[in-house]
């Protein structure tokens, strides 16, 4: 057994126990400002991105070792001055060992503009192919993206010699801050969404080049919208943002390729201010959310829906009870608690994993009959 599992296994669905935490800020575990913080911001292992990527093919010879990656800069970072804190971090989180990483990169100029095109957050502009042993990482602002073989035993064996330039995400349009990449198993594709136009691009893992897909209409120019996939559900959404007027707007991408307009969030919502996971045995979306109507919230209760892409339509959202015993938004150099959350579904282990400023945490919202073995 495992640290891990040890701690899965106090979970109880349902309650004020769905939550628990799994390593505390400066533990053991090095989860420390060395893979928090960038740029008086949460960077590092959050690094003003939104999402974590979970790898759950890496595998040490015949030993599953399942890693949560996560790649990007401070807020507002620059290409100059490297070192001080806009300095581009690649972080792994070994679940068999308990343990956080920071991965070896070069910060010389030249070798980040030739790798990965420059320097900016991410926002939602990372994704991975596990499967493919890919992560792909975006460049803010831009239509650049960057791919990283990630095929090693040990995560600290990648290199910086391991990412290149990947074709553009798109060439039409103003590209944004809050643009976003997502890996579609089922569709063999990485998925480009643009918050602020609503153009969808997708490049296939043997194609040379991003290509139209479709543009999701109406849209009115956001930033920080969600688009997630769901490992049960086999779909896509996308949704939210935090300006514009159609941040309660949700649609699906289906497995086959064909796209829906879901019900609107009955609250609005953005990345900036939440985190969107799905439920790892139901397969229901999962957000939770401070309105954005509310800003400033300092202080105010997260919110907690589940959105079904099945129900029929006027029944898709459902308002669930936010436990007592919960990570919480808000930290030290934070605006009002933004970007102080990320997530990810751990579906094959029937949880989902939170990280927030002073703790990382599991959260088991539904009866997880599996055998967890980490």
Known sequence: MSHFSDVAATLIPGGNQQFAILNERDDVSGYDATIINSNGNLGGAFSDSYKLLYDYEHRVGNQ??????????????????????????????????????????????????????????????????????????????????????????????????????????????????????????????????????????????????FSFVSQLSPWVGSITSYVVYNGIKKCVVIGGGVTGGDNRRFHVIRSDGSIEQLDDCPIQNSADYGIMVFDPITGDYLLYQKDIAEVPFTGLIPLLYKLDV?????????????????????????????????????????????????????????????????
């Open 64 to 209: 599953a070792r399942p890693l949560i990656f996560n790649a990007g800069q401070g807020h507002n970072a620059s290409a100059e001055p490297l070192g001080i804190g806009y300095d581009f971090k690649f972080t792994a989180y070994d679940i068999v060992n308990n343990n956080h990483i920071l991965i070896p990169v070069d910060n010389d100029v030249d070798e980040v503009a030739a790798r990965l095109g420059g320097l900016s957050h991410p926002w939602g502009l990372n994704a991975i192919n596990p499967a493919g042993r890919l992560i792909y990482h975006g460049l803010g602002g831009t239509f650049k993206c960057a791919k990283c073989w990630i095929d090693e035993d040990d995560p600290e064996d990648i290199t910086f010699d391991h990412w290149s330039l990947e074709s553009d995400v798109d060439s039409t349009g103003s590209s944004v801050q809050g643009n976003n990449l997502e890996f579609f198993p089922e569709l063999d594709s990485v998925l480009h969404f643009n918050s602020g136009n609503g153009r969808l691009t997708k490049k296939g893992t043997n194609e040379s080049a």
């Open 310 to 374: 099945d129900a029929v339509p006027g029944n898709q959202w459902t308002q669930l009870t936010v436990p007592t015993l919960r990570p919480d938004f808000g930290a030290p150099g934070s605006a009002g608690g933004i970007n102080t959350m990320v997530g990810c579904t751990l579906w094959d282990k029937g949880v989902i994993t939170v990280w927030e400023y002073n703790a990382t945490w599991l959260w088991m919202p539904t009866l997880n009959t599996r055998y967890l073995e980490s």
